[in-house]
C-alpha cells in the first residue's frame, strides 16, 4: 500500500518536474492577483495591513483552482487514469497520492513566496509567521477537496470554470480560519483558536475527501 | 381585525414596500416556476411523442 | 402491494399522478390560511410595526432551503447505496424548487434588513450562510446541466450534494464564528420579535404549505424525468400515446 502510494508520488512529481512551466503558473497568477489589489484600494500601509491576511488567503484558494484543474486531466487524456483506477491497488490511495502531489507542487512554493507577499501588504513578522503556519495547515484542504471537483469534472466541457463554481464554497471554513487566525494576530486576540479549527477541518478533509474523490472518479470514468 | 381601511392594509404602517416586495416576489417566483414547469413538461411530451412517431414510421419504411 | 412496488418508475409514474392533485391543492389552500393569519390574525409588533410580517415568508423559505438540501443528499445517499433509479429523479426534482427557497429567504432577508436594520445587506450569519447555500445548489444544477450521461450526472450530483451536505454545518459554524468576532454580533433575525404563538402557528402554516407546494413540484419534475428516461419501455409510449 506504502509503496503504490509513493509510486503515485514520485510519477506526479517526476512529471511536473519536466514540466515545469506548467505549476510556475499557479504561483505567478497567485502573486499577480495578490499584486492588484494595492493597485485597487491604494497603497496606505494601515490598509493594507488590515486587508492583507484576507486578500493572500482568497489569492491563495483561487491559485489552487487553477492547478487543480490539471490534477487528473493529463492521465485522463493518455488513458494511464484508467489503468490505474482498474488496477487492483485501491484508488483512494490513488487520489490520496494525487492530492499529495498537488500539495507539494502547489502548496509549498506557496508557503515560499507568501512572506514575501505579507512584506509588500506591511504584515508584521508575527503575523507572517502566522500566515505562513495557517497556510501549512490550509492548503493540504485546498488540495484534497479539490481533488474531488477534479474528479466530479473530468473530461467535461468548460470543466475548469465548474469545478470552480463547485468547489469554492467548500473552501468557505479554510478561508476564515487561515485568515481569521491572521487576524485574530494582529488583533491581539491570539491565533490558537483559529489554527486548532483550521487543524480540526484538515484532519477531517483528509480522511472524508480521498474517499469521495475516489468515488466521483470511478463514476466518471465509467 | 387588524385594519381599518384597504389602504390601510396595503400601506402596512409605511412599510408596504417592503412586506408587498416580499411577498409578490415569492408570489412571483412560484408562478414562473409552475409555468416553466408546465412549459417543459408539454414540451418534453412533444418531442417524446414525434420521437416515437418518428420511430414506427422508420419501422414501417423497413419491412 | 408493498412499498417496493413503487420504488418502479412506472407505478411510481402512476402513484405521482395521483398524488400531485391532493398537494397541489393543499399547498393551495394552507397557503391562503397561513396568509390569512399573517395579515388578519397577527397582531402589529411593537416593535418592528407591520414590517415584521415578512417573517411569515421569511422563516419558511430558509426552513425549506435547508430540508430540501438535506433531503436532496438523503435520495442521494439511498441512490449511491442501493442503486435505486427512482432516488436520483428524486434528488433532481428536488434541486430548483430548493433554489428557489434560498433565493426566496435572501430576497425577504434583504427586504426586511433594510426598514430594520437600515441596510440591504448586512454580514450576518443566517444571510451569509443562506447564500453559501445558493451557492452550493447553482453549483449541483449546473454540474447536472453540464453532464449529459444520465448515470453519470445521477452519481456526480449526489457526490456532490453529499460533500456539500458533511460541508455545511462546518461552514455554518464558521460563518458565525466569523461573525461574532467581526462585529459583535448584535443582529438576530429570530430574536428581535418576541415571538407570540400566532405567530409562530403562522409561520408553521405558512410552512406547511411550502413542504405541499415542494412535494407537488417534485413529483411533476420526477414524472417528466420518468418518461424521458424511460421512452424506449412499452408502458412509458402507451402513456404518450394515450395522454
Known sequence: MHRFLLAVLRRDLTLAARRRGDWLIAQFFFVMVASLFPLGVGPEPEMLARIGPGVLWVAATLASLLSLTRLFADDHHDGSLEHMVLSPEPTVLLVLGKSIAHWLIYGVPLLLIAPVLGIQFHLSWEAIMVLELSLLLGTPILSLLGSVGAALTLGLRGGGVLLTLLILPLYIPALIFGAGAVDGVMAGTGAEAHLSLLGAFMVLSLMIAPWIAAAALRVSLE | MEWASWSDFWHMAGYGLYVWGSFGVTAAGVLIEVILLKRAGADTRRRLKRMQQWATSLEGEGQ | ?243
Do not use: C
Open chain 3, 1 to 243: 402491494m408493498n412499498l417496493y412496488t413503487y420504488a418502479s418508475p412506472a407505478n411510481f409514474y402512476v402513484l405521482a399522478g395521483k398524488l400531485i392533485p391532493w398537494f397541489s391543492w393543499g399547498a393551495g389552500l394552507l397557503a391562503v390560511w397561513g396568509l390569512y393569519i399573517s395579515f388578519f390574525l397577527a397582531p402589529t409588533d411593537f416593535q418592528q410595526s407591520e414590517a415584521y410580517r415578512i417573517i411569515f415568508i421569511h422563516v419558511p423559505a430558509a426552513w425549506m432551503s435547508m430540508f430540501i438540501y438535506l433531503v436532496m443528499a438523503f435520495w442521494g445517499a439511498i441512490g449511491l447505496a442501493f442503486n435505486t433509479r427512482l432516488s436520483f429523479m428524486m434528488a433532481r426534482a428536488l434541486a430548483p424548487t430548493g433554489a428557489l427557497f434560498t433565493f426566496i429567504a435572501l430576497w425577504t432577508g434583504a427586504l426586511w434588513g433594510k426598514p430594520m436594520w437600515g441596510a440591504w445587506w448586512v454580514w450576518d450569519a443566517r444571510l451569509t450562510s443562506e447564500l453559501i447555500l445558493l451557492f452550493l445548489y447553482v453549483g449541483i444544477i449546473a454540474l447536472w446541466a453540464a453532464i449529459d450521461d444520465v448515470r453519470r450526472g445521477d452519481r456526480a450530483g449526489s457526490l456532490l450534494t453529499l460533500i456539500g451536505a458533511i460541508n455545511v454545518p462546518i461552514i455554518y459554524f464558521s460563518v458565525k464564528w466569523w461573525n461574532t468576532l467581526h462585529q459583535g454580533s448584535s443582529i438576530n433575525l429570530m430574536k428581535a420579535p418576541s415571538m407570540a404563538a400566532i405567530m409562530l402557528q403562522g409561520m408553521l402554516v405558512m410552512a406547511i404549505a411550502a413542504w405541499f407546494y415542494t412535494i407537488a413540484v417534485a413529483l411533476v419534475r420526477v414524472r417528466r424525468i420518468i418518461l424521458e428516461r424511460e421512452r424506449q419501455t412499452d408502458w412509458a409510449k402507451a402513456i404518450l400515446e394515450n395522454e
